[in-house]
Every structure is written in structure tokens, then in C-alpha cells.
């Protein structure tokens, strides 16, 4: 038998959609109780984002395919799935309904690969035209001048680098090479001197950087690096600590021209500016714990201005972005005190696909069981005739 029929068969059998269920209903499982102890971000990007993971019961491992993996195989055999089935009217609601799931996995693969998620804080009589990413950073170098361009390295190219290991990153625009290493998810800089037990990283420029334990909100690690500077004309180096939170940037010299060096979260633009006229919350009596809270904003753009009320359900959507009303602070605030709001940002080219999705397999499934109680009530009367 011709190889490509046998895979194509095997794609669209039962026995193959029966295994995929038994998988994901595994992958689920164990990426359920890891989020347990690691928290939501790292079981959705170990279980539920990757290719394969390895789930481990004590010293037993298990590999397991990741919901990456299976969710594409899903959608091929779905495919598959549609073309084998004979095409009649009959079984019109039957391939809607198979469209209408296709429709859900491609928007869910279009929002992992183009999707931006984020924050914006704002306390009132702020305003901003950016969001910056919960998890993802930048090492950012560019001159101190307001406006200046800025060349980054994104975290994706220096995040597995542990103690010892260094990577180069060379550029023609910069008058300078710069080494990264020894990085860490979660940590601080601790004053050389300070006697940590068991800290072994090294000491650059009076600071050891001490790693901390991940925290389950993978939004609240901060994380740090080693970073040294060689410039190309002098072959002077320059070595520091980079953290997340570092008031002022690790500042060098090349010639006469001074640069910044720092660690910060990955920006994004917004086609418009969002200013907080006013942010309200309400406490439930006697506690610090808000019942209910929402922001009056300002949207400008190209000159013209809009008055926007967002609360919980309600959010902004435009130029396909959606800010929602996430939380509030400081943590401590009272009655009484000023209060900065959080929005939610999220750019999703496919925001919609799965609301689309739903009204196409709603739409089959009707089609399908209005088809079926017809041959039912058909069959019966001519039953009833007999």
C-alpha cells in the first residue's frame, strides 16, 4: 500500500483522535499538579506551550508530548478527519462542526506566535503610550539622551546562560563588545562583604548577584546578570551587575560619547496615549480588600480625545489592542489614599477566533441534531403508517 494513503489513513482514524484525547487529558493532569508548586506561567510554558516535557513522580520520569505538539497533530488530523468523511448533506453539520474546532486550534496557534501581553500603571494625572511585558526582558544600551535609539538584547538570547557561562554579543553600531553571564530568574545584589551561606557567584564591581528561589507569580521574579564591556578602540573593560530593578544603568565610556546599560522589561508601543483622569475603589468596611474598582481614562489620538470608563468586563478594545482592569495599588492603600491603576494589555491578532469558533460549531452541532430529529420524526410517522 502506497505509504502516503497509510499516513493518511492513520491521521484520520479514531484510534489515533482516542490516543491524542488520552494524552492531553495526561498533559492536563500533570500540568495541573506542577502548577501547584511552580505556579501558572511555568506549567504553561513547560506543559502546555513546548514540544515534549519531561514529568518526573519522585526519582520515575515520564516523557510526554507537549500541548504544542499534540494541539498540531490535532489539527492535521482534524483536516485529515473533514476530507475523509463523505460529503452529503447530510453531514453538512457534521463538517461545519469539524471546521468550527479547526477555526479554535488555528487562533490558539496565531495567539501563542503573535500575541503580546502585558501592564500598564498609571496613577491619575499620568498618561502613557506603552505597555511593558509580566515576564519578558531586554538588556537595553543606547545613549542617556531623551529619544535615543536604543539596541537590545532580548532575554531569549542570554537566559540559559548559569555561573561560568559567557556569550558575546558583537555589534557594528556600538564602539563596544559586551559578554553576559551568570544569569539568574530571581535575585539581588548583595554588597561584597555581606557573608551569604553557600554564595558562590562571583563579585563584580563590589556586588555579588544572589539568586532567590523562583517565586510561583513568575511576573514578580526579577531577574539579574553579569555583564562585561571591551571597548573596541582601547580595549578598556568594564564589568557590572545588571538587576531588574536598578534605580540608575551601569554607564561606560567609549571616546567622549557616554552609553547606558541596563536590565528592564520588553516595551511595547501603543498607537495612542492613555491618560488616568481618575481611578475609584471601593473597600469592603473595615479592610484594606477592595469590593470593586475601575478607571476613568482619556484616549488621544491623532488630536482628538475620547472619555472612556473601564471596570471589571468592560475593557477598551481598539487598534486591536484590549486593556483590562486588572488590579490596583500600593498593596497597603486605605480609604482616602492615592492609588495607581493596573491595566492588562493584550495585543492578539486572533482575539476573536474563539468567539468565531464557537458560533461555527454552534452552528454545525444545530445543523446536525435538527438533521437527526427530522430522520427521526420522518422515520416514525412512516412507522406509525404501517
Not at 505556579?39 to 507537549?66: R, T
Not at 463538517?95 to 496565531?110: K, N
Not at 551568570?182 to 548577584?209: K, M, S, W
Amino acid at each position: 500500500m502506497n505509504p502516503f494513503k497509510q499516513l493518511y489513513r492513520l491521521l484520520s482514524s479514531y484510534g489515533l483522535a482516542t490516543v491524542l484525547f488520552i494524552l492531553m487529558f495526561f498533559l492536563i493532569l500533570f500540568g495541573t499538579l506542577h502548577q501547584v508548586d511552580n505556579g501558572l506561567y511555568s506549567a504553561q510554558k513547560n506543559y502546555f506551550e513546548s514540544f515534549y516535557v519531561i514529568h518526573k513522580i519522585g526519582p520515575v520520569a515520564i516523557p510526554l508530548a507537549g500541548g504544542y505538539s499534540l494541539l498540531a497533530v490535532c489539527a492535521v488530523a482534524l483536516v485529515c478527519g473533514m476530507l475523509r468523511i463523505h460529503r452529503s448533506w447530510n453531514r453538512a453539520g457534521l463538517i461545519i462542526a469539524h471546521f468550527g474546532v479547526l477555526v479554535m486550534l488555528v487562533s490558539s496557534g496565531i495567539t501563542f506566535h503573535y500575541s503580546d501581553r502585558g501592564h500598564m500603571r498609571l496613577y491619575p494625572a499620568q498618561q502613557s503610550d506603552e505597555f511593558s511585558s509580566y515576564n519578558e526582558w531586554n538588556i537595553e544600551i543606547g545613549k542617556p539622551a531623551a529619544g535615543a535609539e536604543l539596541h537590545l538584547i532580548p532575554d531569549a538570547q542570554f537566559t540559559d546562560l548559569g555561573p561560568g557561562q559567557t556569550r558575546e554579543f558583537v555589534s557594528k553600531e556600538l564602539p563596544f563588545d559586551v559578554k553576559v553571564s551568570g544569569y539568574t530568574l530571581n535575585g539581588v545584589p548583595i554588597r561584597e562583604g555581606v557573608q551569604i551561606p553557600g554564595a558562590t557567584a562571583p563579585v563584580v564591581d563590589g556586588f555579588r548577584l544572589h539568586t532567590l528561589p523562583a517565586e510561583k507569580e513568575a511576573e514578580v521574579n526579577i531577574p539579574g546578570v553579569y555583564i562585561s564591556i571591551k571597548d573596541k578602540a582601547s580595549g578598556e573593560t568594564t564589568e557590572g551587575v545588571l538587576w531588574g530593578l536598578d534605580r540608575e544603568p551601569l554607564t561606560v565610556k567609549s571616546g567622549d560619547v557616554y552609553y547606558t546599560i541596563g536590565l528592564d522589561r520588553k516595551r511595547f508601543q501603543v498607537p495612542f496615549t492613555v491618560y488616568l483622569d481618575e481611578f475609584k475603589a471601593e473597600f469592603h468596611p473595615g479592610t484594606s480588600m477592595a469590593s470593586a474598582y475601575e478607571s476613568h481614562i482619556t484616549k488621544k489620538e491623532k488630536g482628538q480625545e475620547e472619555k472612556i470608563h473601564i471596570y471589571m468586563n468592560h475593557p477598551l478594545r481598539h487598534h486591536g489592542l484590549t486593556f483590562f482592569q486588572a488590579s490596583y495599588g500600593p498593596p497597603n492603600a486605605r480609604p482616602g489614599d492615592t492609588m495607581y491603576t493596573v491595566f492588562e494589555v493584550v495585543r492578539n491578532p486572533a482575539d476573536q477566533g474563539p468567539l468565531v469558533a464557537c458560533i461555527i460549531v454552534g452552528v454545525g452541532l444545530l445543523i446536525y441534531f435538527v438533521q437527526k430529529l427530522l430522520g427521526y420524526m420522518k422515520a416514525e410517522g412512516r412507522r406509525r403508517i404501517a
